[in-house]
């Protein structure tokens, strides 16, 4: 039977913007996972300084005593 | 050929329609008159956004019927016989979708019901023009030249005619 019906498209923008959605998600969760890399790591530069500041220091006592 | 309201539209013109997912798109497909001989290729397809289908398939014609250089059939009264020649340019014909059937396996569209001479005989429209009733109306007639319709249709219903339904038309005697 010789019948073509026409349908409307459906729109393309709700796609695009679940895509931008996505990107933006995991563009947020990767720089949130960088940012708490860098904070451990600074909180352990941190915590070794006052050691070997502390080392230093009884270093430099015992140094003193010496004279 | 100019009309008040545009009522058809090349597919190809809406941006926001295509042919649904479980119909054919004939774009492409040859066509084939009464005697299985190929009569032009379907380039666009003309539709109503009203009744949201295909009602006439837009045909180039294939090089012979134009060189068969018939005089066109059903001449408007009004209208000067100079004025309803096929002109040079003009190789593109319409054809009502329910006087074809569609040979989906060998991508043919099959118009049984029309003969080479009519084809040849059928006023003929330059691509890229708009279609009016006139022309449309002139067409039918052409095709119908041995059955007249026993209906009047306005332009209301003009689209309920036997020839934009395969059924319909198929159980005309």
């Given at each position: 039977?010789?019948?073509i019906?026409i349908?409307?498209?459906?729109?393309?923008?709700?796609w695009?913007?679940?895509?931008?959605?996505?990107?933006?998600?995991?563009?947020?969760?990767?720089?949130?996972?960088?940012?708490?890399?860098e904070?451990?790591?600074n909180?352990?530069?941190?915590?070794?300084?006052p050691q070997?500041?502390?080392?230093?220091?009884?270093?430099e006592?015992d140094?003193?005593?010496?004279? | 050929?100019?009309n008040?309201?545009?009522?058809?539209?090349?597919?190809?013109?809406?941006?926001?329609?295509?042919v649904?997912?479980?119909n054919?798109d004939?774009?492409?497909?040859?066509?084939?008159?009464?005697?299985?001989?190929?009569?032009?290729?379907?380039?666009?397809?003309l539709?109503?956004?009203n009744?949201?289908?295909?009602?006439?398939?837009?045909?180039?014609?294939?090089?012979t019927?134009?060189?068969?250089?018939?005089?066109?059939?059903?001449?408007?009264?009004?209208?000067?016989?100079?004025?309803?020649?096929?002109?040079?340019g003009?190789?593109?014909?319409?054809?009502?979708?329910?006087?074809?059937?569609?040979?989906?396996?060998?991508?043919n569209?099959?118009a049984?019901g029309?003969?080479y001479?009519?084809?040849?005989e059928?006023?003929?429209?330059q691509?890229?023009?708009?279609?009016?009733?006139?022309?449309?109306?002139?067409?039918?007639?052409?095709?119908?030249?041995?059955?007249?319709p026993?209906?009047?249709?306005?332009?209301?219903?003009?689209?309920?005619?036997d020839?934009?339904?395969?059924?319909?038309?198929?159980?005309?005697?």
């Amino acid at each position: 039977m010789a019948e073509i019906k026409i349908e409307k498209k459906k729109p393309v923008w709700p796609w695009i913007l679940l895509v931008l959605v996505l990107i933006v998600g995991v563009y947020i969760y990767w720089t949130y996972n960088d940012n708490l890399n860098e904070t451990e790591q600074n909180e352990m530069v941190t915590d070794s300084i006052p050691q070997m500041n502390e080392e230093f220091n009884e270093m430099e006592a015992d140094t003193t005593s010496a004279y | 050929m100019k009309n008040e309201e545009k009522h058809l539209y090349n597919l190809n013109e809406l941006s926001d329609y295509k042919v649904a997912s479980d119909n054919p798109d004939v774009r492409g497909w040859d066509v084939r008159d009464a005697d299985n001989r190929v009569v032009g290729k379907v380039e666009n397809l003309l539709v109503n956004k009203n009744i949201q289908r295909v009602v006439y398939l837009d045909v180039h014609v294939d090089k012979t019927i134009i060189d068969a250089n018939h005089d066109p059939y059903g001449r408007p009264n009004h209208m000067d016989i100079r004025e309803f020649v096929n002109k040079d340019g003009e190789n593109h014909v319409i054809i009502p979708i329910g006087m074809v059937n569609l040979d989906k396996s060998n991508k043919n569209v099959l118009a049984n019901g029309i003969d080479y001479r009519t084809f040849s005989e059928t006023k003929r429209y330059q691509h890229g023009t708009s279609l009016n009733k006139e022309y449309e109306t002139t067409v039918l007639k052409s095709y119908n030249r041995e059955v007249v319709p026993d209906a009047v249709y306005d332009d209301e219903n003009f689209y309920e005619r036997d020839e934009f339904d395969r059924n319909k038309y198929s159980k005309r005697g």
